[in-house]
């Protein structure tokens, strides 16, 4: 019996179908986690638990809320605490004095609008290195002082998805310094001879000192903050 035409095309398609290794299914990137919003009381007190307690009551504040951050109180000296957010989950208060308010908190500012619309941190940090190319973002010009003294430095640790801790310290501008250049090497680091490396390597990087008070953190110090804070 002759085959038509209909038919022989129809059997060609289904064996070409056997010989069709299906495309495995791409992974979607995980969603960020939404930013985790503080109480007003909690956030200022967060803050300023950055600055040596002789600083904080006159010192600028700002707040991190739905829009991004806003500045909550004006201060009386040159120095400006905010609890700096480079990932929806982080929490670290910093105190900056005058040069660094005037080129690190735009910075920081920028970040969190862009987190509280939605970017991811990869998609904000591509747009403020090409604001540092574009002189949009500027580098402190002279040497100054970045306080982080607060017990309650949230840093995220992407290889465990955990916020971890890190210790009370001074940071001091060094924009493009490298640990190289200053000799510091992590094989040679140890708990008792704690030297000092560079953080943020580039346009904002920081000469960091630790200045552990050896206090315990205790629920008291910040009672205002979601368990979330204070939790090992």
Known sequence: MPISVRSLLL????????????????????????VQLLPESCESALALSAAPEHLRRAATVYVLRRAGYERLKEGENNFTCIVNRDHPRVIKPTCFDREGARTIIPKILFFGEQLMA??????ISEAVDQGFAEGRFISPERPGVAYMLSRYNRPYDAANDKLRWFPPHV????PNLTNEDIGFDMEAWH???QLPGIGYQGPHGYMITLADDGQE????DLPTCPDWVHAE
């Not at 056997?18 to 960020?32: G, H, M, Q, S, T």
């Not at 940071?171 to 060094?174: C, E, G, I, T, W």
């Open 191 to 193: 708990a008792n001879q």
């Open 118 to 123: 939605g970017k991811t941190p990869a998609a």
């Open 11 to 34: 059997f060609l398609g289904l064996v070409a179908g056997l010989f069709i290794v299906p495309r495995p299914a791409v992974a979607e990137a995980p969603e960020e986690p939404p």
């Open 171 to 174: 940071m001091f501008y060094a």
């Open 217 to 220: 953190r205790q629920r008291s």
